[in-house]
């Protein structure tokens, strides 16, 4: 059975049938500030239960 593809790449283009250039750079920019945005909130999650932990470890208490 044959697998349909749903997902066809269409190329944009501007008036004269060549390339968007401009398009394609601004959807690159669009994905790398997703990107980075992404991975900033990633380090501030983390940084913020290393910081929780710190303060929310049970206290050590030795037993006489």
Known sequence: MA???ETEFKAVTDSWGNLDVAFYEAEAM???????REGVLRGLAAAKEAVAS???A?????SA
């Open 3 to 5: 697998h349909s593809n």
């Open 30 to 36: 669009k994905m790398r500030n997703e990107y980075l």
């Open 54 to 56: 710190w303060f929310s």
């Open 58 to 62: 049970p206290s050590r208490t030795h």
